[in-house]
């Protein structure tokens, strides 16, 4: 089955500086990705969801989708306290079932 | 508005006990998963279904077992649970496949084995 992996486990950068997250897969079947966000204690929100390479923009986040080299981003930008959360991408492919990556901590200093 | 119930919200249990984990959505939605998520690992897929009687086997399924009584029920069943099982528990739905997929993720179970 599809296997993902996220990097870095943690991330810590100051309120303002772009965030950079990144997640990598195992195969090229999938045709949808999405990266979600959730706070300490609550559920899942997605942020952005990418079909086709290239780039999808959803407010202050920004994902980036190569196939070819199985890699799919998240940049994050101008962010905030309120943006430290765990960050998990997630793909999948027609019927099958999503599969997510293990996390990554953001945690935005003031 | 779609809606994915899970019940218990929270629950504990001792080494072997029997444990059974709710899920209900209203939606019609033909696919519902179950995963579990534990720090340094995300989400872990343990079970789907796609329909009514339909069960898929996971990524993590050892000490699981999963029946799909409805369209609309989905539950998870640990027979002799252990304590490696603490974790929490989320149920899903979805809506759509492809760029049209979402998923609905119920409010999760804590499951604690003691």
């Known amino acids: 089955q599809q296997k993902v992996q996220q990097s870095p486990e943690s991330l810590t950068v100051s309120e303002g500086a772009m965030a950079s997250l990144n997640c990598t897969f195992s195969?090229?079947?999938?045709?949808?990705f999405r990266w979600y966000r959730q706070h300490s204690g609550k559920g899942l929100e997605v942020l952005v969801s990418i079909f086709s390479d290239g780039e999808k923009e959803e407010g202050r986040f920004t994902a980036h989708l190569n196939r070819a080299s199985l890699h799919v981003s998240l940049h994050i930008r101008e962010p905030q306290p309120s943006d430290s959360a765990v960050y998990l991408c997630?793909?999948?492919?027609?019927?099958?079932?999503?599969?997510f990556g293990a996390g990554t901590k953001l945690t935005v200093k003031p | 508005e779609a809606a994915v119930t899970q019940s218990p919200r929270n629950k504990v249990t001792v080494t072997g006990g029997n444990v059974t984990l709710s899920c209900r959505q209203t939606?019609?939605?033909?696919?519902m998963y179950w995963y579990r998520q534990d720090t340094g690992h995300g989400l872990r897929l343990i079970h789907y279904s796609y329909g009514a009687g339909n069960l898929q086997i996971g990524d993590v399924p050892d000490g699981y077992k999963a029946t799909r009584t409805t369209q609309e029920d989905f539950f998870l069943l640990l027979e002799l649970a252990s304590p490696s099982q603490t974790s929490l528990y989320f149920c899903?739905?979805?809506?759509?496949?492809?760029?049209?997929?979402?998923?609905?993720f119920g409010s999760g179970t804590r499951l604690t084995v003691l």
């Open positions: 899903a739905s979805r809506m759509g496949w492809g760029s049209a997929e979402t998923l609905y």
């Open positions: 997630a793909m999948n492919n027609n019927n099958n079932a999503p599969r």
């Open positions: 195969d090229g079947t999938s045709d949808n």
């Open positions: 939606n019609s939605h033909n696919y």
